[in-house]
């Protein structure tokens, strides 16, 4: 087990943000964590982070930061159809894809890419192109804060919805995932009618095969997405609003051009990005934060930006949304 004090997060967070935590403690196994736990020898508040991609910090941390260190791939549980992989939670989220391609299993192809580590995928029920990760997901292993006793969500218990899981509303702050369990197809299982895929597939003309689906949706995420080793973001910044489709019908005969894509029945999702760049928000800035100029999705750090700003910024955008369609959208990005 690692622990530090006055320990720097710019590293530990995908906006660069040169913020710093009171404690940072990383741990390697379960048992590590738990003993941890029991103790109760940390310093309170206490913070689980993972990569850092989905997190603004508006300042330093005053309590505990804790990391996970719990790599590893386990098949639990194999049929002529279905492989269930076992997941360390410290594992980088577009390895573990990688990996799936490379075994020739399908499912988690369309989320290439996206940055973070596999145990934020169960909490914040990431998701791309079509898919979401409540449609791999089997289990969740966990660890509860108070107690330091495990225990196991199914995917049911998990409570998934768009971006949502009972980890980040009922239980936020109460256990710490330590392993996840996927179900990936052997047999192919393609999704391309979100976004611009299956046009990309058809200009190149190449076979369907994961390696060549995989290689697009990088590209077409690398194309729109800045690389926050460059420059500073969290990728999607808010989330699609889901609308009643009376709404948004009602909207589209002021902007027929408005997209939308099927959210269960009598609703629908709206591309947040859309409205945010009709308002005139792409490519512009407030102080050292922006709207990055090719996907107004994102809000990116220009250069020495604090956490306030970012916000500051963020308050504006939902702001103009809101006068202009009526429609509120929210970050997806948490606030520390």
Not at 90 to 110: I, L
Not at 223 to 250: C, H, W, Y
Not at 269 to 296: D, T
Request: proline share 4%; with cysteine; glycine share 8%.
């Amino acid at each position: 087990m690692k622990e530090l004090k006055d320990y720097s997060l710019l590293h530990h967070n995908t906006f660069g943000m040169d913020v710093y935590a009171a404690y940072f403690v990383e741990y390697g196994s379960e048992d590590e964590l738990c003993t941890f736990l029991k103790q109760k020898s940390y310093k309170l508040p206490l913070l689980h982070i993972g990569g850092g991609s989905n997190l603004l910090f508006s300042g330093n941390f005053e309590g505990t930061v804790l990391h996970s260190a719990i790599k590893g791939y386990e098949i639990v549980a194999e049929t002529s159809d279905t492989v269930d992989v076992r997941v360390g939670a410290g594992e980088v989220w577009d390895d573990f894809v990688a990996y799936t391609v490379q075994h020739n299993w399908y499912g988690a192809v369309n989320l290439s890419l996206i940055p973070g580590e596999v145990g934020a995928s169960a909490v914040q029920n990431i998701g791309a192109y079509g898919v979401e990760a409540k449609d791999l997901i089997v289990a969740v292993d966990t660890v509860c804060v108070d107690t330091g006793e495990f225990r196991r969500f199914t995917n049911k218990e998990c409570e998934y919805a768009y971006r949502k899981s009972i980890f980040k509303l009922e239980l936020k702050g109460k256990y710490i995932v330590t392993y996840v369990t996927y179900r990936l197809h052997k047999q192919p299982v393609w999704h391309l009618d979100y976004g611009n895929i299956r046009t990309e597939l058809e200009k190149e003309a190449c076979p369907l095969t994961l390696e060549n689906l995989r290689r697009i949706v990088i590209r077409i995420r690398e194309d729109k997405l800045p690389d926050p080793a460059q420059t500073g973001n969290a990728g999607s910044f808010f989330m699609n609003p889901v609308i009643p489709k009376e709404r948004f019908e009602a909207l589209r005969r002021t902007y027929p051009d408005m997209p939308s894509y099927p959210a269960g029945e009598n609703f629908v999702k709206v591309p947040a990005g859309w409205m945010i760049e009709r308002c005139g928000w792409k490519g512009k800035s407030l102080g050292h934060a922006g709207v990055h100029s090719r996907q107004a999705l994102v809000l990116v750090n220009l250069g020495g930006a604090t956490g306030q700003e970012v916000m500051h910024l963020a308050n504006a955008v939902v702001a103009s949304v809101k006068e202009k369609f009526g429609i509120d959208i929210y970050p997806e990005v948490n606030y520390i």
